[in-house]
């Protein structure tokens, strides 16, 4: 069993940064954010495994968010540069015993969420 815990999140202006926080308890393989805005299908923001050896990101957020993971404190972060007003959602941290996927299908674990507001 995994549990998932996010923080981090808030309003800022467009340009702004923010770093999500996913502390977790026995250590998945590999860590996700997804993020859901009203009316929208939830989304892949980005994943990590274990070691860190393989990260993947949208296509939108490269080059802008970077995701990490401390093994020693348990936590998975998202930072997140140069926000934008289409990133406003709900982010929500996932994790799954297995190699990344990009489905929310493939996680069986998920945090409660933490919102982000970008306003312009």
């Known amino acids: 069993q995994v549990q998932l815990v996010e923080s981090g999140g808030g309003s800022v202006q467009a340009g702004g940064s923010l770093r999500l926080s996913c502390a977790y308890t026995?250590?998945?393989?590999?860590a996700a954010w997804f993020r859901q805005a009203p009316g929208k299908e939830r989304e892949g923001v980005s994943c990590?495994?274990?070691?860190?050896?393989?990260?993947y990101y949208l296509n939108s957020v490269t080059g802008r968010f970077t995701i990490s993971r401390d093994n020693t404190k348990n936590i998975i972060y998202l930072q997140m540069n140069s926000l934008k007003v289409d990133d406003t959602a709900m982010y929500y941290c996932?994790?799954?015993?297995?190699?990344?996927?990009?489905?929310?299908?493939?996680?069986?674990?998920w945090g409660q969420g933490t919102q982000v507001t970008v306003s312009s």
């Open positions: 996932a994790a799954r015993n297995g190699f990344c996927s990009g489905s929310v299908a493939g996680y069986v674990y």
């Open positions: 026995n250590r998945p393989y590999s």
């Open positions: 990590i495994t274990r070691s860190g050896a393989s990260i």
